[in-house]
């Protein structure tokens, strides 16, 4: 198979649908891959990205995807434009995170399902990086939950806030 280089930063949008329709998503952009480049997420931050939500249920409408579908995109360094270059079928390593960022993936599949009322979407309480892999956050401490932005202090805090539901996802 040939495909065409896109240059640019890695980013993905996953999202739970039912019969083409987008029920919940959430975006993230790849601060580390693993190998480098072109590897998988190791080291995910969320993002709002009003073109990926877009292309992703413009694709997800015309396929009529039912279930965990994630879209892989890239991201240009300069102009921020997203280009869509994959479509994965099937739930990803950061589709729980979303409830962690105020958009709870899994719990709206599960509604979709059985009936009850969606979870609404909250707004985003944390900007920091997310570690997929214990390896990766016991080689950068701070990518776990802490930005650059915040003090020691308040990356203890945040841990010990949302250490459990990322854990317990």
């Known amino acids: 198979m040939l495909q065409s280089f896109v240059p ?6 996953t999202l739970a649908a039912w019969k083409g329709r987008v029920i919940a998503s959430v975006c993230f952009v790849a601060e580390q891959t693993h190998p480098a480049l072109s590897g998988a997420s190791t080291i995910v931050r969320h993002i709002e990205n009003e073109e990926m939500d877009r292309a ?20 240009d360094r300069e102009t921020g434009r997203a280009a869509l270059i994959e479509m994965n079928p099937r739930s ?4 729980h995170l979303g409830a962690v960022f105020g958009r709870d993936i899994c719990g709206a599949f599960a509604a979709e399902l059985s009936g009850a009322p969606l979870p609404a979407a909250q707004p985003v309480q944390m900007t920091a990086a997310v570690a997929l892999f214990r390896r990766n956050w016991s080689e950068t401490r701070t990518a776990l939950i802490c930005s650059p932005r915040t003090s020691s ?15 317990g996802c």
């Open 8 to 13: 640019g930063v890695p980013a993905f949008c």
């Open 56 to 75: 992703s249920a413009t694709m997800t409408a015309a396929l009529g995807c039912s279930g965990f579908v994630s879209y892989d995109f890239m991201l």
């Open 92 to 95: 990803v390593s950061s589709t």
């Open 153 to 167: 202090t308040t990356c203890r805090k945040t841990i010990r806030h949302w250490w459990k539901p990322i854990y």
